[in-house]
T-cell receptor, first 114, second 109 residues
Framework: KAGVTQTPRYLIKTRGQQVTLSCSPI?????VSWYQQTPGQGLQFLFE???????NKGNFPGRFSGRQFSNSRSEMNVSTLELGDSALYLC?????????????FGPGTRLTVT | KNEVEQSPQNLTAQEGEFITINCSYS?????LHWLQQHPGGGIVSLFM???GKKKHGRLIATINIQEKHSSLHITASHPRDSAVYIC???????????FGTGTSLTVIP
């Protein structure tokens, strides 16, 4: 069974631009969660999607948004990029929504904002 | 104040040593996860616990719900165990995770 895949793996953008990251969950998994990891803040929860609906959202500004498609693939968008958005963005999929379901992480997309 | 505190931040051990990493949390949880992150970023979920103890190979995870504390133990440590170990508390008020800052483990041959 293929794991969680994320594209692109590396990305360099300029301040003010916008970026879209993609995550394909494990086949059969319907929940996709997104996380940001920075050296200063560590891992932080961005949001979770289940059956095309955002289930929960972390404490991030509205510049961070996402969506999920009917095939469970998810995209995350960051508009008006800031230098502080440079981070590793990880997505994780699980069979269903709910804290008791194990999460499987993708390799991440490393975003650098210059 | 962080909802999840881990200790130690850094740990160096000789191959074969028994290792313990601790995690304390202040939020109500429905489950606690232990994650392993190798250099390069890849994260693997090691355990998900809501009570008691789980064992997988040389890894053991325990949780004490009353004390809001969890431990990850590695028996007979090996250099390939070198990684960052992260504790994540799944909130019982919604689908949200609170993460510890991680414990960087280096096992020397």
């Amino acid at each position: 069974k293929a794991g969680v895949t994320q594209t692109p793996r590396y990305l360099i953008k300029t301040r003010g631009q916008q970026v879209t990251l993609s995550c394909s969950p494990i086949s059969g998994h319907r929940s996709v969660s997104w996380y940001q990891q920075t050296p200063g803040q560590g891992l932080q929860f961005l949001f979770e999607y289940f059956s095309e609906t955002q289930r929960n959202k972390g404490n991030f500004p509205g510049r961070f948004s996402g969506r999920q498609f009917s095939n469970s693939r998810s995209e995350m968008n960051v508009s008006t990029l800031e230098l502080g958005d440079s981070a590793l963005y990880l997505c994780a999929s699980s069979l269903a929504t709910g804290e008791v379901y194990e999460q499987y992480f993708g390799p991440g997309t490393r975003l650098t904002v210059t | 104040k962080n909802e999840v505190e881990q200790s130690p931040q850094n740990l160096t051990a000789q191959e074969g040593e028994f290792i313990t990493i601790n995690c304390s949390y202040s939020v109500g949880i429905s489950a606690l996860h232990w994650l392993q992150q190798h250099p390069g970023g890849g994260i693997v979920s090691l355990f998900m616990l809501s009570s008691g103890k789980k064992k997988h190979g040389r890894l053991i995870a325990t949780i004490n719900i009353q004390e809001k504390h969890s431990s990850l133990h590695i028996t007979a440590s090996h250099p390939r165990d070198s990684a960052v170990y992260i504790c994540a508390a799944a909130s019982n008020t919604g689908n949200q995770f609170y993460f510890g800052t991680g414990t960087s483990l280096t096992v020397i041959p």
